[in-house]
């Protein structure tokens, strides 16, 4: 009974998900594929190639670190290597059926390893090693069991170091203290998604089938997607300016670990510059209680952030670089009306404003209604003109992109009309992307400050202000994404996606179905933007770029002829050099150089990580110390401007409390923030030179 129990639990629960509501899976990929096909910029052959890519690419996103599956699971599968293009295409349709079944019998064998390999205490004097293997499936139940077990001593032990350094004094006997603690949570942790799989809103075959689906569309290029009407339906609500939120959407990495997914433009989170996408969630505690221990789920977050009962709340996040941080925010209603963009001026020998720009924004459903984020960073300009500004910096770093019709609206602002880019289209059909406004609102010398996670719509302008030499690009080579997504139902006949359109049944794709050039038909995909003057940048080791992913579009050129005037080039040599002087002797920057190094290493090092506790502890205690060290390096105050507000926003601060604490915070951040500060000096040589 007991090698039954597990099957007949897995045809329950197979059923009861398929009882639901059975959706139409076939005609809904089916209707995707078309979509693909009809709107794709370059769209697939549906040959046994691509049923390859997507049977591989598909078992990759159930199974990105191979402990669910064993051999003769995906033995049992193999057949269907050469045959899902015939089934996109019409003809027999058993695999998605076939994959669930075997998908929820291998999740409940899963759940039974973690149960199995955590009943018992770990020791900490074993001479064993955990490594990071995921070149190939398990051989059998018995090695997905070990591996099981390692990896979930490995994790116990990440815990434990985590507990430990929150230890203010040394704690005889550590080990065994807080052992169970440590496992009971790294268990809870490798159980919490297959919980969260199994409780899936539509069922458990609804969500294989969401991952089916997105595996067909991953093959055709990193940004070409689909969104099922769940998915759909959350990100709409996300954008509501109704009730109060921290403006974040939660979600989770392959380590079950919870992280910041989206920033609601305008929301609390993005106002207070702190917090990015990929941040992972080590802490929530609400205002006056105690803080919540580690391991905290995905819906257990969910349930806090919808807390009506309380407002004001601690989050504890480990960001990208591997720093740790806090960050105290407080629940706000959204308006779509209030200004965005943060505006400082940096006094000093001149006087440079400052203005940060995390996303390209609009108006989700009154897109007629013209921009929204340029308009915000024309405001802040006029506000900065009145202080009698001498030059400008506006910081797209970490901005990702957006909208595309922001980035030229913003281009206009700067620029005295003219062709802008180019787009081209799957029938190669090149058009013309235009300044149509004439005249500018800020004409005076600017810096626009990027790195590596700068991408899409801020590659765009950067190079529009480059290659009319209307500013300096400093910082790291951008991202490198070129393409442009159009968001659509899968439902034939719908117009635009709405929340009346997730009640459909079938989902949402947003596909790639164009390039886009520079002004002269040379394009940043895969490339991203060269910056006129580099400064070393922490990221670069720890963001894949454009061209490090799979299925990425390749770059081309266009070779559409356009007429437009740049402006007499400005002096980047000798900015250059006098820039790489100060880097060279700049202990902040030596410090971020040093960093790079560190965090390469640990990321590049896949050796065998020991689980002898004394050792393991030893070596985080070193690598914590080390990186926290060489971190604070390169957060050291300048002594070359002080921080302070516009007029305006100095009226509004005096009368804003909140929005006063945000200042505060956000002008700490600029008066250490090396990347700023050596922008400042650069415009101050530039405008030395009267080069403007």
Known sequence: MYNVLPTLLALCLFSQSLAQKSPDYRNEAQQLTKNLSLKHFSPRNIDDQFSNQVFNQCLRNLDPNKLIFAEADIQSLSKYKSLLDDELQGKSWNFLNDLTKLYISSVQRTEACIQFATENAFTENSKEYYIHDTARWAINEIELKARWRLRLKYKSFDKLADLKKDQKNNIPDFFNKYE??????????????FKQIQSHASGIASYVASIYFKSITAVYDPHTSYMSTTEMENFLTSLSTE???????????????????????GGPAWKSGEINTSDIILN??????????????????????????HTTMEFTLKSTDGLVKKVKLKKEKISMEENYAHGYVLNGGYKIGYISLPDFYTQWGHELDGSKCATDVAEEIIK?????????????????????KEAIAMAGIFIDEGPLGITKDKAQVATLLKDINRGTIYDGPLIVLVNSRSASASEFLAAVLQDYNRALIVGSTTYGKATAQTLSTLTPGQGEPSLASTKTGLGFASITTN??????????QGKGVKPDIVLPDIYDVVVDRESELPYVLAGDSSKKRTYYKPLLPLPHVKLRKQSELRVKSSLSFQGVNQSRAYLSELTNKREPVTLLWQQFSKQ????????????????????FYEVANSTVDKQRMNVDEYADAFSKLWMARLAKDIYVTESFLILTDLLEMNCH
């Open 243 to 265: 009730g109060y939120y921290f403006g974040i959407t939660l979600g989770e990495n392959n380590n079950g670990d919870v992280l910041i997914a989206t920033v609601t433009p």
């Open 180 to 193: 169970a603690k440590a496992r009971l949570s790294a268990k809870s942790s490798a159980l919490r998604p």
């Open 384 to 404: 900065l003109k009145k202080e009698k500004i001498n030059g400008l910096i506006l910081d797209l770093r970490n901005n990702g992109g957006g909208a595309l």
């Open 284 to 309: 929530l505690t609400w205002e006056g209680q105690k803080q919540q221990d580690i391991g905290i789920s995905l819906e257990e977050a969910n349930d806090m952030l919808e807390d009506a009962n």
């Open 515 to 524: 390039k886009i050039y520079r002004v002269t038909g040379a394009s940043a």
């Open 620 to 639: 985080r205690e070193e690598q914590s110390s080390k990186y926290i060290a060489l971190a604070e390096t390169f957060r050291q105050p300048n002594i």
